[in-house]
């Protein structure tokens, strides 16, 4: 049997957002339309062209021009995603919705996001230098299961591509452009190497990252999120590891494990600032007086086997287990407070999320049924996620082991009666139980002692789209999807103050089950690509976090989203390419429980309307560069204290080819605007979360290829 590499379409390379066909570049900067792009998360062969949804793929050349003027992941999606709420530049991701709904977060099709104990930490569970390309759904899907009502982020991660051992260094040092000390850089160095032997092939990854403090335009130290956790001033490394075995020329078998831990390093303390007269949160150097750091620690591992052939038919399969651990700084929060342990207000404490997920995917697809017309694609998922929160330098319970299972059966159907004309149509039973003992809450939720319980939910969720493509250039679509999902159920647990509860009736427990509708436009003809798309997203038990006297407490209430989405290319030559993206959202709760909405949703829910635009170029074989630009337009909200001011950023980098090795310079910030971060401004008016935006900074980095 001869050696191969898995050549799949990870190795293709999207050149631009929004576009159905794939460009891969060259050395020389050329390109060449090649086959259209199959989206690996869609779980049925689709093609890009032929989605119902809106589908975004983020090449590996994006991923690298975005990690020249940031490292941190949740930024880069926020650069490239209009519809994906700014970023916090923190460690927690609160308020980082998609479309005004939860994401999914995935690797490798593994979830990652955390929703029976929703502690914010999702969005930093890989170091992106591991990764070939991001897959994003936008809207509504239960393809993948629990937790995808604003969509899905898959982070599809390298494979091979060489017969022969290939290795690749790079280095990179971060610092603000004013007062610059050694608390202020941020350094990282990263390790690959790839290859393959006979039938075997592998590929290791290796990154370690100090991150310094960051200076806001002014130059002074942006507040330390002290308690919730922090990107600045902390390290992290990740450990990454893909094999791969080819037992026949159709079957392969492949183990991927990948290691992540991002920690503080509690060299400085956050200073509560103040709203009302504008005074930002700030930071001062010292080690925080109590608990140890925060920090993030992750590790997912997958087996996956594929027969491309058998009897006809694709099968794939994967096992999974995924381990989680989300630790907060210590707080002298009223919920922590026990008088039986010290004064009413002195007890400081932090907790602690623990989640284990076991599960497994299988499908299997027919693609050739009516003389090829027809594809036909089965499966079963199962998924068992064990989470608990507890308070560790008092060990006491706070949120109990709850043990979720769910079992879901699923059919696809893809149909072209004509040639211009795509129909989709599925559904999916989810079978879910949540499992939790009797426990006692603490003594700030009045020690009261509820009753444990198994309540179980049966839902069947439909979608049905269809694509028509009015000519070869120009085709519309329209898509039915229901999303499911489950409330914050550590945090209704947790909450629970008066006696005679019982798990079992707790209506807050009930699923949230979102239907989302859409219609759109596509324009797919040289030198231009064009979508638009119009979306409806209802939900008639959502889940809000509200503040209640300093806790963050569900609430179950009806919620209905519209949004619009827009992009449009423009390959300039074959040099210069044009970008610009735009979302538009709004969305309304009932409070008042009147089976009508009518509250606005706040900064906590929804994201402000953004137009992110880009220029890229390549002025030849050696030098490339890029200009991006994302403006947040301002919003108000019926909360007078909440209220958002709109800000632009730019950020430029220059990429250059040296006869050995490349190397680039970027600025992020570019013109040092002085801002609020949005989640600030618009999900909650605290003195403690009242950051500003990180000021100018100046990226340096060096590659090597041997």
Known sequence: MSPRINYTATFLLPFTLGTSQIAFADVNTNSVDLDPLIIQTSRTNTKQEDSPQVVTVISRKQIEEQLSITSDSSQVLSNLLPAYAPNTQKLNNSSQTFRGRSVLYMIDGVPQSNPIREGSRSAHTIDLSMVERIEVIHGATAVHGLGATGGIINFITKSTRSNSLKQHVDVQMTTPTDKVSSDTLAYKIGYQAEGSQGNFDYLVGLTNEVQGMYLDADGNYVGSATVRGD???????????????????EKRLELEVNKYEMKGRMNFTGVDGDRENGVATSSIKGTPPNGVAPYNDVQTTSLFYTDSDLDGMEFKAQVFHQDFEGRYGATNSGSFQDTSIAPSGTLYDQSQNQSEKIGAKFSLTKDDLLDHDLSITTGL????????????LTNRVYVPETEYTNYAPFIQFEYKPIERLVLQAGARYEHAKLNVDTYQTVAANNSVTVDGGTPSFDETVYNAGAVFKITPIVSVF???????????VGRVLRGVKTTDQDVDTLIDLSPIMTDNYEVGLRVNRHPYDFELSYYESDSDLGSRIVEVNDLYVVKREKKEIQGAEASLGFQLNKEHKLQASYSYIQGKSDTDDDGKVDTKLTGADIPPNRLVASWNAHWNEKLSSLLQVSHAFSRSFDDDELKFDSYTLVDASVGYKLPVGKMSVAVANLFNEDYFTYYSQAAYANDSFYFKGRGRTVTLAYGLDF
Do not use: C
């Open 231 to 249: 990107i600045m001033d902390s390290k992290s490394h990740d450990i990454f590891v893909k094999l791969g075995y080819w037992l026949t020329d």
């Open 381 to 392: 998922d199962l998924l068992q996620d064990t989470t608990s929160q507890t308070l560790v």
């Open 478 to 488: 329209a898509n039915y999807s229901q999303g499911f999902g489950m409330p914050d």
